[in-house]
């Protein structure tokens, strides 16, 4: 059996991934580029992690057999999506160091969990109201003004799992339609601008910071990220900063997160919602820092230094959705390889799907508006039909 204490894991060892999307993809190339072997667990060789990955379990989270027999090949685990059964990590953590660990990972599963724990150490969110019925419901709604967001408390991402209720009269056939015991309603921020921080921390307690990035969403599902944003001032900066440091020390996380926020027009922030693992806004670290989001991740639960996380560069994400990259137009492709400021991230997804995130531009620059407009121009000719 392996020891549970954080030791150095060197290049050359194997790391264990939980998860085979992209954000598991992205990390086995910075893992890779370094040294180190990864194995995921719980797809198939052929999802976008093990595509790059030198063995894919794809057994289920809980088969506990096949966990046990996967620690024995790995040196140190990590995941790459909230979805993962806390029992799956304990299960792990009998035989191999998982980071982070657990703590994170159920609060970030449980939007009450979530919120309430927040609020406890005492940062501010969106207010809110458990609701167990269609009565409590109707009741909430009335506290809330007559108008918030029903959300599931589990398995919700984004905008999956949500409804806007905006009369008392429509709670009955909404809350039929969750079938669910329990879920969060959350009064409707007025927001200013969303914005997020990534942020790790590392063994010996060292936390760091990426520049937060402004977002923007589309049917609430994030579409552009841009960094540094004149919209974001300093003190959000420092506030942003300090909150993601409370929730890293709170949970004793060994990695990173990454923290979503509103900013209401008085500029307050309200944490929305936390990832215990790197981040689709964190992306553009890849192409604009010194070493990315996956590198830090990377770092932190192998127990080496923290990286050099400030920014080279401005840049402007944007996601590439299945919507995107409908009948793919090979002379859109021509027209953006051609930008020598455009860095193309595709994840080997073969489904295209609408809303299905299949890859990303960041568009570098010291002009990020400038940046913003080529990418969404180019991005938009990647469709066939225009
Ligand atoms: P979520 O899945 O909770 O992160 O929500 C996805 C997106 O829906 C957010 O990024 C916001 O754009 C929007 N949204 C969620 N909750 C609220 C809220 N309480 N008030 C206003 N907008 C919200």
Redesign the pocket.
Known sequence: MKLLRNPVVPPGSTIGMLGGGQLGRMFAIAARQCGYGVQIFGDPQDSPAGQVSDRSWPWSFTDYDALRQFAQHVDVVTYEQENIPVATVETLLQYVPVFPGPELLRASQH?LLEKTSLRRIGIPT?D?AKVTSAAELRQSIDDFGGD??L?TVTL???????ARVRSESACDAIWKSFNVSEAIL??????AH?LSIVASRFADGTCNFFAPVL?H?EN???DVSISPSPLISERQTSEAQQIARAILEHFNVIGVLCV?F?ATHDGQLLV??IAPRPHNSGHLTINACRSSQFEQQLRAVCGLATGDVSMQTPAVMLNLLGDHLQNQSASGWQKVFAHQNIHVHLYGKSEIRSGRKLGHLTVIGEDVVAAERLGRELRAGLTGAM
Not at 186 to 191: A, L, R, T, W
């Open positions: 939007r969106a809110f918030a967001i959300k919700g991402y984004d905008g999956k799992g949500q959350e009064k409707v921020v007025d927001f969303e977002n969403h609430h599902i994030l979503e509103f929305n919602e």
